[in-house]
């Protein structure tokens, strides 16, 4: 009897992810995505809204995202919101590092911080915007 070692898949299947990470990684719209939802749950149209983007760039943006694993989200009433996935983020010290440390000195980085800080500060809420 031959005696199989399957080690090598596992092994194949973290690398993977890994892959697909940085792979979702690779585009500016979506790291301005992660920039915004790192401390918060934001729904699609305020993403949207924010970053100046229409919605099917956001949703094909999003759903990369939440293919990688990088997002989580949550339907609540008739919008989608959507945040990091912590747990992943914890697991790989290096997304966490760039969300903190690299994103901040990119100055579309600096805007779109602006413009959500606007944007919260407003009275405009889903419902106006969507």
Excluded at 87 to 93: N, Q, R, S
Aim: net charge positive; hydrophobic share 35%; aromatic share 6%.
């Amino acid at each position: 009897m031959i005696k199989t070692d399957y080690t090598h898949i596992k092994k194949r299947g973290t690398i993977m992810d890994l892959l697909e990470i940085i792979k979702a990684l690779s585009h500016e719209n979506r790291l301005r995505i992660l920039n915004l939802i790192k401390d918060r749950e934001l729904c699609v149209c305020e993403i949207e809204y924010v970053l100046d983007i229409n919605q099917s760039n956001a949703s094909r943006h999003l759903n990369k995202l939440k293919q990688s694993n990088l997002i989580i989200g949550k339907k609540k009433a008739q919008w989608i919101y959507y945040r990091i996935n912590k747990g992943l983020f914890e697991k790989h010290k290096f997304l966490k590092n760039i969300l903190e440390k690299e994103l901040v000195k990119i100055d579309f980085i600096k805007k779109d911080n602006q413009n959500l800080k606007d944007y919260l500060e407003s009275d405009i809420s889903c419902s106006d915007i969507s």
